[in-house]
T-cell receptor, first 111, second 113 residues
């Protein structure tokens, strides 16, 4: 079956711009996670949704980052006033139980 | 704060040369320990979950084991296609969530033909 998909695969933007990253989870998976991975590092947790609500947003670095999942399926990660330090691969994962299945990620580059 | 340390950072093996990767962890109340494989430019691919000390799981040339302080990923007679970064992650109650994963930095495995 289809896995987790993320769009776009690559996003280049300029400092100060707004970006949206999209995640389509595996059908039927109720939990959805966003992680961020910098070069040479493991993924770092950002936010976790159970259904439509954010159950844990403790990993969001500041209030420029926001995520929604209005219908309990697709999620969008929104970053305002991007900074060069936001450059990373943003990974989405979904799960039905404990095991989390990851998408291919969106590589964000802020110039 | 949950901590995960993986060693070595990088490992080069000849095809057929068995070895082990280490994942040491410090958590309060481990819910599960996860191993993932990550190829360049791709997302992590789920391999195993271990829940309690003494548990072992196998998949092809890979075997994962768990103790109260660390996990090992044993690779038997590796092939070049096993070359990848192997990530270890722990799941423990933290910040109101029981489900987020805390990852190590990974071990970059290269298997030469």
């Amino acid at each position: 079956g289809a896995g987790v998909s993320q769009t776009p695969s690559n996003k280049v933007t300029e400092k100060g711009k707004y970006v949206e990253l999209r995640c389509d989870p595996i059908s039927g998976h109720t939990a959805l996670y966003w992680y961020r991975q910098s070069l040479g590092q493991g993924p770092e947790f950002l936010i976790y949704f159970q259904g439509t609500g954010a159950a844990d947003d403790s990993g969001l670095p500041n209030d420029r980052f926001f995520a929604v999942r209005p219908e309990g399926s697709v999620s969008t990660l929104k970053i305002q006033r991007t900074e060069r330090g936001d450059s990373a691969v943003y990974l989405c994962a979904s799960s039905l139980s404990n095991e989390q299945f990851f998408g291919p990620g969106t590589r964000l580059t802020v110039l | 704060e949950d901590q995960v340390t993986q060693s070595p950072e990088a490992l080069r093996l000849q095809e057929g040369e068995s070895s082990s990767l280490n994942c040491s962890y410090t958590v309060s109340g481990l819910r599960g320990l996860f191993w993932y494989r990550q190829d360049p430019g791709k997302g992590p691919e789920f391999l195993f979950t271990l829940y309690s000390a003494g548990e072992e799981k196998e998949k092809e040339r890979l075997k994962a084991t768990l103790t109260k302080k660390e996990s090992f990923l044993h690779i038997t007679a590796p092939k070049p296609e096993d070359s990848a970064t192997y990530l270890c992650a722990v799941q423990a109650p933290s910040g109101g969530s029981n489900y987020k994963l805390t990852f190590g930095k990974g071990t970059l495995l290269t298997v030469n033909p």
